[in-house]
């Protein structure tokens, strides 16, 4: 059984930083493709950042140079580094992972990112 966990959300002030973390079981890391996606009231859930098994990595345009995704191997565990936040990034936060024909296996549960002063 696939689980992802996802945390590390919170309050931050504009500008701030988070990181996310995304713990897996039930599937390797640095086999799938692991995304995070993104979903504010009233709006359709949104792709922010993936990365392949490959290690190749996309960004939605609006978080392009101030969102990271990486991941640890080791850890089994893929983050989600936000840097310079802004009040329109406020969102539920989650965890992705597709199989290698972009099927998705799973979803974690969500994380709140809340960015205001």
């Known amino acids: 059984q696939v689980q992802l966990v996802e945390s590390g959300g919170g309050l931050v002030q504009p500008g701030g930083s988070l990181r996310l973390s995304c713990a897996a079981s039930g599937i390797i890391v640095s086999i799938a493709t692991m995304g995070w996606y993104r979903q504010a009231p009233g709006k359709q859930r949104e792709l922010v950042a993936a990365?392949?098994?490959?290690?190749?990595?996309n960004y939605a345009d609006s978080v392009k140079g101030r969102f990271t995704i990486s991941r640890d191997n080791a850890k089994n565990t893929v983050y989600l580094q936000m840097n310079s936040l802004k009040p329109e990034d406020t969102a539920v936060y989650f965890c992705n992972a597709k199989s290698e024909y972009g099927i998705t296996i799973a979803w974690g549960q969500g994380t709140q990112v809340t960015v205001s002063s």
């Open positions: 990365i392949t098994g490959g290690g190749s990595r």
